[in-house]
């Protein structure tokens, strides 16, 4: 039997470790990242009660949303491939006191170890920059236990997104560095729901996110042009599609 092929680009991983210094910096090249977090940490609570549960945080970073959601008081495990974002996120955690499992490992692998060991699974602003996204979507269920939830954030493919998060956020605003988005990667909702159900998640909802860098800063909103969130639950069962 042969060896899948790994569902990474290394040419992604090294673009977003070469940030690793500045992960943090709230004014730095990941200004707008830091401007989402609250909406998403937001988006999560509104639909899992985090203290107590079992989260996992796949393609964490340097840990912005791993720590925002153990601050919260849940148990979170955060994977990533990049190993220098992941030696800045366990630094960060250090530093802060905050507690967080963090580790180099792919969410297939974890799959295979931890099958429905989550009550929740979050993978923000990653399935643009995998080769594959259904597996990691597919890795993502199975480690979810019944009931639980997946949280996904990404960009729709629409050229409202090409204008505002490749031309105006790395070109003109230079809000993020030139080469972070590759338009053809970016997923529209209607092929992230396929996804989903082809691995056996049933979509909840579909909100839209809005970036506003006059006051550096994010909302929810119901125009999924660009930036939107995502959330399906596996079903109990017995209660399945």
């Known amino acids: ?41 937001g988006y999560v609570a509104d639909r899992v009660a985090l203290r107590g549960a079992k989260v996992l945080d796949v393609g964490c970073g340097g840990g912005l949303l791993s720590e925002a959601m153990a601050r919260e008081g849940a148990d979170v495990t955060a994977i990533d491939l990049a190993d220098d974002l992941v030696k800045v996120a366990r630094l960060h955690g250090l530093e802060s006191g905050v507690k967080v499992d963090y580790r180099v490992q792919p969410v297939e692998a974890l799959a295979e170890e931890q099958p429905g060991a989550f009550d929740a699974v979050t993978c923000m602003e990653m399935l643009e920059h995998v080769p594959d996204p259904g597996a990691i979507l597919s890795a993502c269920a199975t480690l979810l236990k019944p009931g639980g939830r997946l949280f996904v954030s990404t960009l729709n493919r629409t050229p409202a997104a090409f204008a505002l998060a490749i031309v105006g956020a790395e070109y003109v605003a230079r809000l993020l560095p030139k080469g972070t988005h590759q338009y053809r990667d970016f997923i529209k909702p209607s092929e992230l729901g396929g996804w989903l159900r082809e691995s056996g998640l049933q979509l909840e909802d579909v909100s839209g996110v809005v970036y506003e860098p006059w006051r550096d800063a994010a909302r929810l909103s119901r125009r999924t042009e660009v930036n939107y969130l995502a959330c399906a639950v596996k079903p109990e069962a017995g209660n399945g599609s």
């Open 1 to 41: 039997m042969n060896s899948p092929s790994p569902n990474f680009r290394q040419s992604e991983l090294d673009k977003f470790a070469a940030l690793a210094n500045r992960w943090w910096d709230p004014k730095g090249p990941q200004k707008a990242l830091h401007a989402l977090n609250p909406v998403r940490l």
